[in-house]
């Protein structure tokens, strides 16, 4: 039951940390997000799945009243990268593990 409730707590917890600038860190982890297969951009196609996670995301943009520049959402959890890029908590980390070796 903790499950259900976790990923709706991450997001809107990502969203009330994000302060606008991007940093450091993030953009390296966004560097590494540009080019996999699991960023929405990268999708040929999409799922129903995929267009609900990309929406949801935008519905809770505009419900913050968040603004981000790239829409762009990881298809394995649904988060949009810009916020996941920007935390630290063990569920928001790449699911590919590609930010291990970040610094």
Not at 60 to 88: A, P
């Amino acid at each position: 039951m903790k499950n259900i409730f976790k990923v709706p707590y991450l997001a809107i917890k990502s969203r009330l940390e994000h302060s606008g600038e991007i940093t450091d860190q993030q953009k390296k982890r966004l560097d590494v997000c540009r080019d996999c297969p699991l960023n929405s951009d990268n999708k040929e196609q999409l799922t129903l799945l995929d267009t609900f996670k990309i929406r949801i995301n935008k519905m809770l943009n505009t419900l913050m009243r968040v603004s981000v520049n790239d829409d762009s959402v990881c298809m394995s959890c649904g988060c949009n990268l810009i916020f996941k890029s920007s935390q630290q908590d063990k569920e928001n980390m790449c699911p590919l593990g590609k930010w291990d070796n970040l610094n």
